[in-house]
T-cell receptor, first 113, second 116 residues
Framework: GESVGLHLPTLSVQEGDNSIINCAYS??????FIWYKQESGKGPQFIID?????DKRQGQRVTVLLNKTVKHLSLQIAATQPGDSAVYFC????????????FGSGTRLLVRP | NAGVTQTPKFRVLKTGQSMTLLCAQD?????MYWYRQDPGMGLRLIHY???????AKGEVPDGYNVSRLKKQNFLLGLESAAPSQTSVYFC???????????????FGPGTRLTVL
């Protein structure tokens, strides 16, 4: 079946640097995408979402980029902090059934002091 | 508000035993979900509910049953546990409806289940 996947399982960055986490999706019918953050021992937490009619969306210190041509999205974290250390998941869905999410396998972000 | 709570936090079962996981939410959400998360993988939807008294199958429903007798509670049952059901189970809830703005999912802290 179609699925959402990630290129890098672990990303290590220096505190203060910018982080980029990538995700590839294969279902061309998906038109809604979400990034979640999961800290150790906790459930996932919503970070930011983007609809397919957008290429870019910015939040506080985070930016999501969507490239529909190559079915790729990325999460950029500016000035990475120790508190950003977590596993990040992308998830895909459809706008008309956005409660049904398909999650990727996750990328672990490690922030070096 | 407590948000989404799950009980128990940890459980060890022997093959063939049964158990029920309880999820409760105090946000008056219509939709509730059960996911499982295996090492190195994302979450997979087991069952979900779009309202009190309703349930529907997700991506990996086999071996599980659910009930939504009260709006605030969503129960996940394992009738005859198998080692393949060793996983971390997450419950989530959302306001409900098709539009994404109504479907941000709020997750509980998880239940770690080991089946020997």
């Amino acid at each position: 079946g179609e699925s959402v996947g990630l290129h890098l399982p672990t990303l290590s960055v220096q505190e203060g640097d910018n982080s980029i986490i990538n995700c590839a999706y294969s279902n061309s019918a998906s038109d809604y995408f979400i990034w979640y953050k999961q800290e150790s021992g906790k459930g996932p937490q919503f970070i930011i979402d983007i609809r397919s009619n957008m290429d870019k969306r910015q939040g506080q210190r985070v930016t999501v980029l969507l490239n529909k041509t190559v079915k790729h999205l990325s999460l950029q974290i500016a000035a990475t902090q120790p508190g950003d250390s977590a596993v990040y998941f992308c998830a895909e869905s459809r706008m008309d059934s956005s409660y049904k999410l398909i999650f990727g396998s996750g990328t672990r972000l490690l922030v070096r002091p | 508000n407590a948000g989404v709570t799950q009980t128990p936090k940890f459980r060890v079962l022997k093959t063939g035993q049964s158990m029920t996981l309880l999820c409760a939410q105090d946000m008056n959400h219509e939709y509730m979900y059960w996911y499982r998360q295996d090492p190195g993988m994302g979450l997979r939807l087991i069952h979900y509910s779009v309202g009190e008294g309703t349930t529907a199958k997700g991506e990996v429903p086999d071996g599980y049953n659910v009930s939504r007798l009260k709006k605030q509670n969503f129960l996940l049952g394992l009738e005859s546990a198998a080692p393949s059901q060793t996983s971390v189970y997450f419950c989530a809830s959302s306001y409900g409806g098709g539009a994404p703005s109504y479907n941000e999912q709020f997750f509980g802290p998880g239940t770690r289940l080991t089946v020997l």
